[in-house]
């Protein structure tokens, strides 16, 4: 939805993405949903324009701001197309309520875990989407006898070829099992390794032994998911190391 508002801001009034940091802000969204196109822009009243950026972007916008973008619209080269202007305003009005959806759904997702007190939360990186994604899809820990049950669920083992007699196994996982957990596994993985010094130096370690970056991150999940298993079966907080 978000591209269908930067191909409609281009026709309606393509100078507006030169003076602002993205298109993609509540100031910018407020400005558009009022006035969706380069000629109402240019026909809005200053002191209604003002007051709309300025609450909008919560002080830092102010009649500076709506003078250039009034003076921008005047002579911006953008079509005066209402059929257009109508989709740009109620795709705005429909981003908002889905990110009014989103929020509510996070709150929730916080409650739950918060509820359930699960350790892996203790692990830096994992936010609550995160950490409930991946507690979501493994379930009940009792079902898996170790890690590498978890890992085989995921499709996070490694793919096993053979020809004749000769057996090899490469690091290209196996893609299979459940989607999502690879999902949050891996992004999850990205932010440990940013936020805790022990996966750091892990990832480090295994870049610097020559792997590709991905590779390297696969061993570092199968390291995450080794933790997050002995965490849930403990009940144990994750100990960051100093």
């Known amino acids: 939805m978000k591209s269908t508002i930067s191909r409609l801001v281009t026709i309606l009034f393509p100078e507006l993405e030169k003076l602002v940091p993205t298109i993609h802000m509540a100031s910018v969204y407020a400005l558009l949903s009022e006035y969706p196109s380069a000629d109402l822009v240019a026909n809005a009243h200053l002191t209604r324009l003002t007051n709309l950026l300025k609450d909008a972007s919560r002080g830092r916008y102010n009649k500076d701001t709506a003078i250039m973008f009034r003076e921008a619209a005047r002579v911006s ?3 005066k197309m209402p059929a257009k202007s109508l989709e740009l305003k109620h795709t705005i009005k429909l981003i908002k309520e889905l990110d009014f959806v989103i929020d509510e759904i996070e709150s929730q997702i916080k409650l739950i875990m918060n509820e359930i007190n699960s350790p892996i939360l203790s692990i830096p990186g994992i936010s609550y989407r995160m950490g409930a994604m991946i ?41 299979r099992g459940s989607k999502y957990l690879r999902y949050a596994l891996f992004n999850a993985t990205k932010y440990v390794c940013h936020w805790d010094p022990t996966f750091s130096s892990y990832l480090a370690k295994k870049r610097a032994e020559g792997k590709h970056y991905y590779v390297a991150l696969s061993h570092a999940t199968k390291k995450l998911v080794r933790v997050i298993y002995k965490l849930e079966k403990s009940g144990q907080l994750y100990i960051k190391a100093a």
């Open 77 to 79: 080269i953008g079509a």
């Open 135 to 175: 507690i979501a899809e493994i379930g009940d820990f009792n079902r898996f006898d170790s890690p590498d049950k978890i890992l085989a669920y995921a499709g996070m083992s490694p793919s096993t070829y053979q020809s004749g007699k000769v057996e090899s196994s490469y690091s290209r996982m196996e893609k």
